[in-house]
């Protein structure tokens, strides 16, 4: 065995390498996308970008069911997206262990919100653990797997951007052999048909205590003793938190859920005060708060509620320093398109042609609603942009503009699509298409033709796919061309139906590579 210094993203994909997993999915979202990265480059593991977190959770089930081990991986709000096949896998169980990681993403670094995952996991009734850095994100990653098959559940190992994104020493282990493929048919347990699921739920619901008594079994919510009548109870990352304070405190250290409320009990009865550290919403607090009320934290006031925790206004509480600042004295630096950006040049002739909205969608290309372009009115999630333009052209509104990139299109943009053609709208679907998934790394996509381990593969057609869809008019345009472009946008935005401007020039980040 040895140490380096890695990444939490990396630690927890070597800690899946190491569990032996057969297959690991995901979807690019920042701050989960190194997961599967690592796994494709660093191991024989067979790994493949899913079009969206949905169908990445289905195949990682199907590899389930033959008896092996498979990773799958995504951001906080892509758990939104896989919820249904995620809620109902924990009534059928799974066969080998699988392992769901949530990247979630306090402050909101890149991301639409500040979801926490941890409520995730409670409502579908599974255990989470949650590692405080990287040398526990790997071990937990490796131990999620061996608890999923004790439990025949889907384990989730949540984790925050700081620790995914920061380094720090991990011990490198041996890798165990892959399971024995091994698929059944048992029906009474693998279909979720109304015969089946209130006796699945029960049997859901059988295994909480179970699970409580395998967190227990490996130790990862203890007390550390301290001097004092003060008490901390730390979650996850915040463990490193409380120890940063340099005080001789008493410390619950919570890093699995569902939690067992006597442990909470016991250690706050002799307490004059808690101070209760999570990164997220006030999970931990609010159960804590059942059995004292003198609790500091995010429902008194004293934590923030919202954006990253961080160490600050933790030592604010303890009186270590005066106030949080509110920044670092550095220049801001907001993100903004690139120079030479295509999407740039698309959104001067989206301008110029003077849209009455336009609704907008998730990617690099959303800096497009920054100055000086302001190009975008409304930016929600991922694939909404033809549904809120579908909809605001109901409403008899005119000239009506849906911008969307490549990737989030073949994600989840091909659905509102066939619904704009079914009922007959009047919109323009503008697919901004720069052969990557730029904003988290330039991934390739399905209309580039190579997969997550760089083999070439088929390519997808998007101005066929869209045809086949039923639109209206399909055009391909160059956006460095900008006459031809702002025509083409003009003609899509005055005429009835629903018409299609696919803007089509690599990444300039990627485009040396494409060519070689």
């Not at 934290?297 to 949080?324: A, N, Q, R, T, Y």
């Not at 991934?443 to 086949?468: F, M, V, Y």
Request: proline residues 6%; aromatic residues 6%; glycine residues 8%.
């Amino acid at each position: 065995m040895e140490k380096i210094l890695m990444l939490g993203t990396d630690a927890i994909a070597r800690g899946a390498i190491e569990a032996g997993i057969s297959y690991a999915t995901s979807y690019p979202g920042t701050p989960a996308t190194q997961i599967l990265e690592y796994v494709a480059k660093n191991s024989s593991v067979k790994a493949e970008w899913s079009v969206n977190e949905k169908v990445a959770y289905e195949v990682a089930y199907g590899v389930s069911l033959t008896g092996r081990r498979v990773l799958c991986s995504m951001k906080h709000v892509g758990l939104n997206v896989a919820s249904d096949p995620f809620m109902t896998s924990a009534y059928l169980g799974v066969k080998g262990g699988f392992v769901l990681v949530l990247g979630d993403d306090p402050g909101a670094y890149s991301s639409q919100n500040e979801q926490d995952s941890r409520f995730y996991a409670s409502f579908a009734k599974i255990p989470c653990l949650e590692p405080a850095d990287a040398e526990e994100a790997k071990e937990f990653t490796k131990l999620a797997f061996d608890i999923s098959e004790e439990l025949n559940l889907p384990v989730m190992v949540r984790s925050i951007t700081r620790l995914l994104h920061c380094i720090s020493p991990v011990t490198i282990s041996s890798i165990r052999p892959e399971n024995n493929i091994k698929l059944e048919k048992n029906p009474d347990y693998l279909l979720a048909i109304p015969r089946n699921v209130v006796r699945l739920h029960s049997e859901l619901n059988k295994k909480q205590e179970k699970i409580k008594k395998i967190i227990e079994k490996y130790g990862f919510n203890k007390v550390f003793d301290g001097h004092g009548n003060t008490g901390i109870i730390a979650c996850g990352i915040t463990y490193l938190y409380a120890k940063e304070l340099g005080e001789d405190l008493p410390i619950l250290k919570i890093s699995a859920y569902p939690v067992d409320e006597s442990l909470i009990k016991n250690f706050v009865n002799s307490l004059d005060q808690v101070i209760v550290l999570e990164e997220g919403y006030p999970f931990i607090e609010s159960l804590t708060r059942k059995f004292t009320i003198k609790v500091k934290g995010k429902l008194s006031g004293d934590l923030p509620l919202e954006g990253e925790l961080g160490v600050e206004p933790v030592l604010k509480i303890f009186s270590k320093i005066k106030s949080v600042s509110p920044n670092t004295g550095l220049i801001p630096r907001p993100p903004v398109l690139c120079p030479g950006c295509p999407h740039r040049e698309f959104y001067k002739a989206l301008n110029e042609a003077k849209p009455t909205f336009v609704t907008g969608d998730i990617g690099c290309y959303t800096l497009g609603a920054n100055p000086p372009l302001k190009a975008i009115d409304t930016c929600l999630c991922m694939g909404a942009s033809i549904g809120k333009a579908s909809g605001i052209a109901s409403q008899g509104i005119k000239r009506v503009a849906a911008v969307i990139g490549d990737s989030t299109f073949i994600h989840s943009g091909i659905t509102p699509l066939i619904n704009a053609v079914y009922n007959r709208t009047d919109i323009l679907v503008c697919i901004l298409d720069n052969s990557s998934v730029a904003m988290t790394g330039h991934q390739p996509t399905p209309a580039i033709g190579i997969n997550a381990k760089g083999e070439e593969t088929k390519k997808l057609d998007l101005a066929e796919l869209c045809k086949a869809c039923g639109v209206d008019s399909v055009e391909v345009v160059d956006p460095y061309d900008k006459k031809t472009t702002f025509e083409a946008i003009k003609r899509g935005l005055n005429t009835p139906g629903v018409n299609v401007v696919i803007a089509r020039r690599a990444c300039l980040l990627v485009a040396k590579k494409l060519k070689s």
